[in-house]
């Protein structure tokens, strides 16, 4: 139980970066000098966005979104909604956030971990989704 995991919380200035290339780097881009440094590889900057929105979800009490070309996910942040793929580099991915993240963190903060779980109603990822409307039906059994 406790808090969800946000970019701020997860990842830290690794100790190849300097204090002041960490406080100038925006959340995005701190994802990316510590991923360089867990992943042992040099990551290249985006250039500019790349057109393509993913969803973000709250995953076993993690902010989390998932590349739209490749499925790979990183933590992310409410606070700067993009992400970069560090697998098929694409440029930044726009998140599709909710308007009050605090709002949909508050109630899943009493509960454990495992059941810290949210989806956008909206997302087609979603596996909440309600069953289609089968449509109209014939009331004399005939279609």
């Known amino acids: 139980m ?3 995991v946000r970019s701020e919380t997860y990842y830290r200035r ?3 970066c300097t204090q ?3 406080d100038a780097a925006t959340w995005p881009e701190r994802a990316l000098i510590y991923l360089e440094y867990v992943l042992r590889m040099r990551i290249p900057r985006p250039e500019g966005d790349n057109g393509l929105t993913a969803w973000a979800r709250i995953d076993s009490g993690r902010w989390l979104a998932e590349c ?3 499925s790979s996910a990183q933590i992310v942040t409410p606070t700067d909604p993009r992400m970069t793929c560090c697998r098929d580099f694409t440029g930044w991915t726009t998140l599709a956030m909710p308007a009050d993240p605090d709002a949909v963190e508050a109630p899943l903060l009493g509960l454990p971990t495992r059941e810290q779980f949210w989806w ?3 997302d087609p990822a979603n596996p909440n989704q309600p069953p289609a409307d089968p449509g109209p039906t014939d009331p004399g059994g005939e279609s």
């Open 2 to 4: 406790g808090a969800i």
């Open 20 to 22: 002041a290339k960490w």
């Open 14 to 16: 690794p100790p190849t």
């Open 120 to 122: 956008a109603d909206d």
């Open 68 to 70: 739209p070309t490749c």
